[in-house]
């Protein structure tokens, strides 16, 4: 009933820009927090961006916070992840989801449903 599909990842050199976006199928989107999470090899899945539906209120952890940016459009049902200035260090594989709530969390065991996953590597 509800999709997710992420796309937009590469590979980079160190200080370059990518952005990621993913479709959300039905009428999931609206009225639903989101966000985006990430996992790289032998670590847990951790969150780099989320945004509340009402008033698109969003949070980053430190870890990006000031060079990664999460942004929607409403009517296109889509999700966006503008991450600039990346580091080696960000490299992971980027999921996007959504928690079927109108409030954002952190922790990735509340989000409901998530996409396949889009591969980030910066790399020099």
């Known amino acids: 009933q509800v999709q997710l599909v992420g796309s937009g990842g590469g590979l980079v050199q160190p200080g370059g820009s990518l952005r990621l976006s993913c479709v959300v199928s039905?009428?999931?989107?609206?009225?639903?927090?989101m966000g985006w999470f990430r996992q790289a090899p032998g670590k847990e899945r951790e969150f780099v961006a989320v945004m509340d539906w009402i008033g698109g209120t969003t949070a980053y952890p430190d870890s990006v916070k000031g060079r990664f940016t999460m942004s929607r459009d409403n009517a296109k049902n889509t999700m966006y992840l503008q991450m600039n200035s990346l580091k080696p260090e960000d490299t992971a594989v980027y999921y996007c989801a959504v928690h079927r709530r109108s409030y954002y969390s952190t922790n990735a065991a509340d989000l409901d449903s998530w996409g396949k996953g889009t591969q980030v590597t910066v790399s020099s």
């Open positions: 039905g009428r999931a989107f609206r009225g639903y927090a």
